[in-house]
């Protein structure tokens, strides 16, 4: 008789709960720390959860606002025969590629409106807004990479980083009456996150998207808090 080397220690029914209540927790915690970094800017918790709710349904819905159309050349190979005799013809053809660009909800316009929101809330963080904005631009449209059949791609992680030292660098250096330090960090690392991630590897790279070959290009990313949504909300945890 052979003895079985390897079994189970605990039924099936007992992995499963385990799982479910690991994915919850989960859930849960991430849940937690979004709703914290948007009532550190001044959101209150039903605020921070109408905001999260309207990024979840919001990263599935892309709202189409043009289509760009290139020609690419392609060469093929055609044979002819003559008098018994096959001959390879190189054929030049064009094929002519359509790239939507949409925006996406959750990832796009929920950001931009926060960010906008925030900006009139508090102008005194204009000034430091405005310099961390173009300082995350510069960086993340000089690491963007366009990718055939995709679009443009950009490191999750450098543009939140960029925003976060270039929110603490400003209001260390650069000192205005009236306006509260923490204040104007945290506004000038959430917009220059989001704003700064969407000129510079988006819009300055609109050019590039049509000769790519995707068939769409979404700003913010398709995915759930993807993009700039991502590197707004990791700015903010890391202030």
């Not at 005194?124 to 990479?145: D, N």
């Amino acid at each position: 008789m052979r003895r079985q080397l390897f079994y189970i220690p605990f039924s099936l029914t007992l992995l499963f709960l385990f799982i479910l209540i690991l994915i919850l927790g989960f859930s849960f915690l991430f849940f937690g720390v979004v709703i914290s970094a948007f009532t550190k800017i001044g959101f209150s918790v039903g605020d921070a959860l109408l905001i999260l709710i309207l990024s979840l349904l919001g990263s599935g819905i892309n709202i189409p606002l043009m289509t760009l159309r290139s020609d690419t050349p392609i060469v093929k190979e055609s044979y002819i025969r003559i008098f018994g005799v096959s001959y390879r013809v190189p054929v030049q053809r064009v094929i002519r590629n359509e790239t939507t660009i949409a925006v996406n909800v959750g990832g796009a316009v929920v950001p931009v409106l926060i960010s906008a929101y925030l900006l009139t809330r508090f102008p005194c963080s204009l000034l430091f807004a405005g310099a961390g904005i173009l300082i995350v631009t510069i960086i993340t449209h000089s690491i963007a990479r366009p990718i055939r059949g995709i679009g443009i791609a950009t490191p999750a992680l450098v543009p939140p980083l960029a925003a976060t030292l270039a929110a603490v660098l400003l209001t260390s250096v650069i000192q205005i009456p009236g306006c509260p330090v923490d204040q104007c960090r945290v506004v000038t690392a959430y917009a220059g996150g989001v704003l700064g991630t969407l000129i510079g590897a988006d819009l300055l790279n609109l050019k590039k998207i049509k000769n790519l070959g995707a068939p769409i290009a979404s700003i913010g990313g398709a995915g759930t808090f993807d993009g700039i949504f991502l590197s707004g909300l990791i700015a903010l945890l890391l202030i």
